[in-house]
């Protein structure tokens, strides 16, 4: 089965400075990996997400960065702010499309 | 476009009863699937509806069950609720190939 690691739990920024929160999985066969930010009584809405044939995809601040080598990938906020402040959860399928998640970041931009 | 939609909102069981979860995916998705939500496990997955058929199981008991509607509305189902079984139920709707998911609100159960 797929296995994803999630870094950091906990992230705490300053307003207007970058995050990266970075996953790692292990089934070498996924080829789709999406970011989700879930807020305080909400269910998760998916933010951005990367195919596996791409390296990078940006939309506005936020970006995602695939290393399929490492087995890797990571999401990018710049110029964050306070709005931002959520729990971040990356996930990747397995072979047979079951999707497993990351443990969750928890995203705090300090005004 | 409307998003997704998941009745009830929140809900309070006993201990051996059973409870029905109900989801209305976006218009057009054909892709339901159900994800349980604690702060001990995380989001797992519970199974997926394509066309009225499960086509995706996760490794949950027999308790939980689940059925989609030709209209691509699905439901899903606990029978004999035990304390652990609290928990936010996701559920989430995509087009056909069952990526690019988007989440419902959740249903927040509470088992007593």
């Known amino acids: 089965g797929e296995n994803v690691e999630q870094h950091p739990s906990t992230l705490s920024v300053q307003e207007g400075d970058s995050a990266v929160i970075k996953c790692t999985y292990s089934d070498s066969a996924s080829n789709y990996f999406p970011w989700y930010k879930q807020e305080l009584g909400k269910g998760p809405q998916l933010i951005i997400d990367i195919r596996s044939n791409v390296g990078e995809k940006k939309d506005q601040r936020i970006a995602v960065t695939l290393n399929k080598t490492a087995k890797h990938f990571s999401l990018h906020i710049t110029e964050t702010q306070p709005e931002d402040s959520a729990v971040y959860f990356c996930a990747a399928p397995n072979t047979g499309n079951q999707f497993y998640f990351g443990t969750g970041t928890s995203l705090t931009v300090i005004p | 476009k409307a998003g997704v939609t998941q009745t009830p909102r929140y809900l309070i069981k006993t201990r051996g009863q059973q409870v029905t979860l109900s989801c209305s995916p976006i218009?057009?998705?054909?892709?339901v699937s159900w994800y349980q939500q604690t702060p001990g496990q995380g989001l797992q997955f519970l199974f997926e509806y394509f066309s009225e058929t499960q086509r995706n199981k996760g490794n949950f008991p027999g308790r939980f069950s689940g059925r989609q509607f030709s209209n691509s509305r699905s439901e899903m189902n606990v029978s004999t609720l035990e304390l652990g079984d609290s928990a936010l139920y996701l559920c989430?709707?995509?087009?056909?190939?069952?990526?690019?998911?988007?989440f419902g609100p959740g249903t927040r159960l509470t088992v007593t």
């Open positions: 989430a709707s995509s087009k056909q190939d069952g990526y690019e998911q988007y």
């Open positions: 218009s057009g998705h054909r892709s």
